[in-house]
Each structure stands twice: as structure tokens, then as C-alpha cells.
């Protein structure tokens, strides 16, 4: 009997310390470039803001630069290929707005005297999802484009919260709190736009 259990036990530890390196291993393959796409922002609890992610400004900061960018870039999709009066008005308020936004945050992070490069270039996840919207059937696009609107916008929404509270740089934290009030009129633009095409 006793040496059944010892067979046991030598079986479960040899299991646990399987999971423990494939674990290692799991963690090892999400520390790419790609470490962004792994966690995204519609995911709440891939980004609960911790010293390592979202709660530090740079990290923050490059999130907040390519949401605008998105959202410009997909309005401006929007603008040339939706037929429907009412998406080219949200596309063009979104250009506006998020023009405005990406100048806002510039303006915070110079005030805050902190070094952060602020991106230029969207990253892998979001050129892919403007990428698809570019491919999108012309029957499907304005509906496409309200449906990636509404998650665009509850992401930025989440992120913006999370730094405006938990956020380690104050006029960056400023900028978050501003912001989010106007993210959430977008949010509520977009569900209206969508639910319209239903």
C-alpha cells in the first residue's frame, strides 16, 4: 500500500513539474514583439494594470497613440468606401476627434517631462483588424465598420479608465481622465450605429 502511494505521489510530482516547464515555456513564447497582440486591450482581464503594464505611462502611452491611430485610419476607410451617410458623418467625427486626442497626448506627455516615444505605426493586432475592414465585402463593410467601432472604443474606454485610476504619471493621468468622457460618447455613437443596421 505504501509503496503504491510513493509510486503516486513520485507520478503527481512528476506531472506538476511537467505543467511548471511547459508554463515556463508558455510565458517564454508571449515575451515577443508580439507580447501586445497576446494581451488585447478588449480583454479586461489580460490588462488588469499591474507596475508591468497599462499603470506605466509608456506602456499606456503607446496603447493610447495607436487606438487614435486606428481610428483615424479606419474612419479614413470608412470615408472611401461606405455609401451610408450616417457612417461617413461618425467616420468624419472620429477623424476629428481623434486628431485632437493624438494632439492631447503629446501635449500631456511633454508636460509630464517624461521620455516616451510615442509610436507611429500601428502595431501587428490593430493593422491586421484595419487590414480586414480594408478586404470587407462592400455588403458587409458599413456594419463591419460599426461592429469594429464599438470594440475599438469599449477597449480605449477600458484603458483610459484603468490609467485615469491607477496611472504613475500625473498629467498623462490627467489626459486619461479628460479623455475617457469623450471615449465614452464615441462608444455610444458607435453602439447607435450599429444597432441602426440591425
Same mark, same amino acid.
Given at each position: 500500500?505504501?509503496?503504491?502511494?510513493?509510486?503516486?505521489?513520485?507520478?503527481?510530482?512528476?506531472?506538476?513539474?511537467?505543467?511548471?516547464?511547459?508554463?515556463?515555456?508558455?510565458?517564454?513564447? $508571449?515575451?515577443?514583439? *508580439?507580447?501586445? =497582440? %497576446?494581451?488585447?486591450?478588449?480583454?479586461?482581464?489580460? +490588462?488588469? #494594470? !499591474?507596475?508591468?503594464?497599462?499603470?506605466?505611462?509608456?506602456?499606456?502611452?503607446?496603447?493610447?497613440?495607436?487606438?487614435?491611430?486606428?481610428?483615424?485610419?479606419?474612419?479614413?476607410?470608412?470615408?472611401?468606401?461606405?455609401?451610408?451617410?450616417?457612417?461617413?458623418?461618425?467616420?468624419?467625427?472620429?477623424?476629428?476627434?481623434?486628431? $485632437?486626442?493624438?494632439? *492631447?497626448?503629446? =501635449? %500631456?506627455?511633454?508636460?509630464?517631462?517624461?521620455?516616451? +516615444?510615442? #509610436? !507611429?505605426?500601428?502595431?501587428?493586432?490593430?493593422?491586421?483588424?484595419?487590414?480586414?475592414?480594408?478586404?470587407?465585402?462592400?455588403?458587409?463593410?458599413?456594419?463591419?465598420?460599426?461592429?469594429?467601432?464599438?470594440?475599438?472604443?469599449?477597449?480605449?474606454?477600458?484603458?483610459?479608465?484603468?490609467?485615469?485610476?491607477?496611472?504613475?504619471? $500625473?498629467?498623462?493621468?490627467?489626459?486619461? =481622465?479628460?479623455?475617457?468622457?469623450?471615449?465614452?460618447?464615441?462608444?455610444?455613437?458607435?453602439?447607435?450605429?450599429?444597432?441602426?443596421?440591425?
Amino acid at each position: 500500500m505504501t509503496r503504491k502511494l510513493l509510486i503516486v505521489g513520485a507520478a503527481f510530482a512528476a506531472l506538476s513539474i511537467a505543467a511548471c516547464g511547459q508554463k515556463t515555456d508558455e510565458t517564454k513564447g $508571449a515575451a515577443t514583439p *508580439a507580447e501586445q =497582440a %497576446a494581451t488585447p486591450d478588449a480583454n479586461p482581464s489580460a +490588462t488588469v #494594470p !499591474t507596475p508591468a503594464n497599462e499603470a506605466a505611462a509608456p506602456d499606456f502611452v503607446a496603447k493610447a497613440a495607436a487606438s487614435d491611430m486606428f481610428e483615424i485610419e479606419a474612419a479614413k476607410v470608412a470615408l472611401k468606401r461606405s455609401t451610408n451617410a450616417d457612417v461617413k458623418k461618425f467616420a468624419q467625427a472620429m477623424i476629428d476627434a481623434h486628431t $485632437a486626442t493624438s494632439a *492631447a497626448l503629446k =501635449a %500631456a506627455v511633454a508636460a509630464s517631462g517624461a521620455t516616451i +516615444t510615442i #509610436p !507611429t505605426a500601428l502595431p501587428e493586432d490593430l493593422q491586421g483588424d484595419l487590414d480586414d475592414l480594408n478586404k470587407a465585402d462592400a455588403k458587409d463593410f458599413d456594419k463591419k465598420y460599426a461592429d469594429d467601432q464599438v470594440d475599438a472604443h469599449q477597449a480605449a474606454l477600458n484603458l483610459l479608465q484603468r490609467y485615469a485610476q491607477d496611472g504613475d504619471v $500625473a498629467a498623462i493621468k490627467t489626459f486619461a =481622465a479628460e479623455t475617457a468622457p469623450k471615449v465614452q460618447e464615441h462608444l455610444n455613437m458607435a453602439e447607435g450605429l450599429k444597432n441602426g443596421m440591425k
